[in-house]
């Protein structure tokens, strides 16, 4: 399954937008991007997915270029609370293995007063 | 209630000895999963449950550790002779369908941490 690279860590002001970019370059037609996120001490959350179009949602936006190959999460108002793991993933489609979600190491984000 | 629960949230035990961890997923929710989080690292998929089909098991990394889902709803991870490299934050995650269908977020539980001494 396709793979995702993600920056090791970022800051984003308070008040501000923090953007998250994803790269997913092996991604193929029928897999969707997912993004979680891991509060210290809590287990993950769903926070967006989609296919191509950009999507939208109480929490973020997801931005996919068209190409598919890189996609950025959009947090418009950071908060501290906001403070993170954030994990971008690349969900399989429908064929055998589809269920499962590969996590890897995601982008430490820091929200900062 | 109304997400999943995991207990206990922390276990601390000798090594070589058994450990069972509780998983009640939320209501309805046909499938079930089990992922393992060592300190700083990201979630390794240990098995999943879907309805009444066999469990996929590919995800445990060694015939010590087992799970059950009773009557598709309660789960219970089962690690015997336990090791120091077992230590880690278990975590579960029930979903409202598993292969098909929409709705396919997980929703995970807070984890079960357990420290092999």
């Known amino acids: 399954d396709a793979k995702t690279t993600q920056p090791t860590s970022m800051d984003c002001a308070e008040g501000r937008a923090a953007n998250l970019p994803c790269n997913h370059s092996t991604i193929s037609g029928n897999e969707y991007v997912y993004w979680y996120r891991q509060i210290h001490s809590q287990g993950p959350q769903y926070i967006i997915h989609?296919?191509?179009n950009n999507e939208t949602n109480e929490m973020a936006s997801l931005i996919i270029t068209e190409d598919r190959k890189s996609s950025t999460l959009i947090l418009p108002h950071a908060t501290l609370r906001d403070t993170a793991v954030y994990y971008c993933i690349v969900r399989p489609g429908r064929e055998a293995g589809s269920y499962q979600l590969t996590f890897g190491k995601g982008t430490k984000l820091s929200v900062i007063p | 209630g109304a997400g999943v629960s995991q207990s206990p949230s922390n276990k601390v035990t000798e090594k070589g000895k058994d450990v069972e961890l509780r998983c009640d997923p939320i209501s309805g929710h046909t499938a079930l999963y089990w992922y393992r989080q060592s300190l700083g690292q990201g979630l390794e998929f240990l098995i999943y449950f879907q309805g009444n089909s066999a469990p996929d098991k590919s995800g445990l990394p060694s015939d010590r550790f087992s799970a059950e889902r009773t009557g598709g709803s309660v789960s219970t991870l089962t690690i015997q002779r336990t090791q120091q490299e077992d230590s880690a934050v278990y975590l579960c995650a029930s979903s409202p369908s598993g292969l098909a269908g929409g709705g396919r977020e997980l929703f995970f539980g807070e984890g079960s941490r357990l420290t092999v001494l």
């Open positions: 989609g296919l191509k």
